[in-house]
């Protein structure tokens, strides 16, 4: 079965860092695209950043250019999101999914549970 | 960057009946090269992560009932419930890919009247 498990949320202060991690399983991880979309309380869905299957390609939202890094280890099936320079903003409930096909067209056919961020002070 | 506006922002509808969620996108997302429209329809229940109904604009994804279909192109999209149930209750979005960054719609609350 596949599935998609998030962890590394935190409570954090503002300025701070925290580091998402999202374990794959069930499906050949490094030929497919992945990506990180959270979700503000009670808000709508937000695209955050997209890593391509060899890591090759990366991009990113405006509002998190230059603070957060996405990556991955296609050798221990796990994808990351390095957040730095957190902002209240940044609050919410962070998904990593998966391109559905594999051939670079970017809508996703499986998401995690999600993992929660708070910053506040 | 390509802003997708959905309508309306919610809507309740009687057991059976027929349900319309519209996306509007700021510029086309039809890709002239393969005549494909770039758009996609997720549905979210509370407490779920979004699950994906329709990618290529009217294109279901397997195991999707029937009932739910997807229609339109360039910048005007609809996702139509031909007859609602119970467990069609949901936040519905829809998501260009065309280019990044990539843009969901504010979502359309469905429930029943």
């Known amino acids: 079965e596949m599935q998609l498990l998030e962890s590394g949320g935190d409570l954090v202060q503002p300025g701070g860092s925290l580091t998402l991690s999202c374990a794959a399983s069930g499906f050949t991880f490094r030929n497919y695209a992945m990506t990180w979309v959270r979700q503000a309380p009670g808000k709508g869905l937000e695209w955050v950043s997209i890593i391509s299957g060899g890591s090759g390609s990366t991009y990113y939202a405006d509002s998190v250019k230059g603070r957060f890094t996405i990556s991955r280890d296609n050798s221990k099936n796990t994808l990351y999101l390095q957040m730095d320079s957190l902002r209240a903003e940044d609050t919410g409930l962070y998904y990593c999914a998966k391109e559905r096909d594999g051939r670079s067209y970017w809508f996703f056919d499986l998401w995690g549970r999600g993992t929660l961020v708070t910053v506040s002070s | 960057d390509i802003v997708m506006t959905q309508s309306p922002d919610s809507l309740a509808v009687s057991l059976g009946e027929r349900a319309t969620i519209n996306c509007k996108s700021s510029?086309?997302?039809?890709?002239?090269?393969?005549?494909?429209?770039?758009l996609a329809w997720y549905q979210q229940k509370p407490g779920q992560p979004p699950k994906l109904l329709i990618y290529?604009?009217?294109t279901r994804e397997s195991g999707v009932p029937d009932r739910f279909s997807g229609s339109g192109s360039g910048t005007d999209f609809t996702l139509t419930i031909s007859s609602l149930q119970a467990e069609d209750v949901a936040v519905y979005y829809c998501?260009?890919?065309?280019?990044?960054?990539?843009?969901f719609g504010q979502g359309t609350r469905l429930d029943v009247k």
């Open positions: 510029q086309s997302v039809l890709y002239s090269s393969n005549n494909k429209n770039y």
């Open positions: 290529w604009a009217s």
């Open positions: 998501q260009h890919y065309y280019s990044t960054p990539f843009a």
